[in-house]
């Protein structure tokens, strides 16, 4: 098992940054990649980022490329999210997940997840 607690949401005006911090604990040597999804109200959950945990390769939706940076410090387990040139599009809750197979952009190919936290970008 792997948990997965993110922190650094909040309430930020547009143009504005913020950067989202996952930490991992349990089995985190199973974990192959670490990605961030996003939910906001009345949609379903998309795709933002990912990374592989060994080599750090990125991936990113086209959405928020240029904008989104995904990290991770392997030593502290945990992943970040810096979210530059925001925009009200942006707000949903932000969940992060790892996988255990493979990096993809697919939701279902991530078996654990956090609880969320909330991104709100005011125009």
């Known amino acids: 098992q792997v948990q997965l607690v993110e922190s650094g949401g909040g309430l930020v005006q547009a143009g504005g940054s913020l950067r989202l911090s996952c930490v991992a604990s349990?089995?985190?040597?199973?974990?192959?990649?670490m990605g961030w999804f996003r939910q906001a109200p009345g949609k379903e959950r998309e795709f933002v980022a990912a990374?592989?945990?060994?080599?750090?390769?990125?991936t990113y939706a086209d959405s928020v490329k240029g904008r989104f940076t995904i990290s991770r410090d392997t030593a502290k387990n945990t992943v970040y999210l810096q979210m530059n040139g925001l925009k009200p599009e942006d707000t949903a809750v932000y969940y992060c997940?790892?996988?255990?197979?493979?990096?993809?952009?697919?939701?279902?190919?991530?078996?654990?997840w956090g609880q969320g936290t909330q991104v709100t970008v005011s125009s």
């Open positions: 990374i592989k945990r060994s080599s750090g390769t990125t």
């Open positions: 349990g089995r985190t040597s199973s974990t192959y990649a």
């Open positions: 997940a790892a996988s255990k197979l493979a990096m993809t952009t697919m939701s279902r190919s991530y078996a654990y």
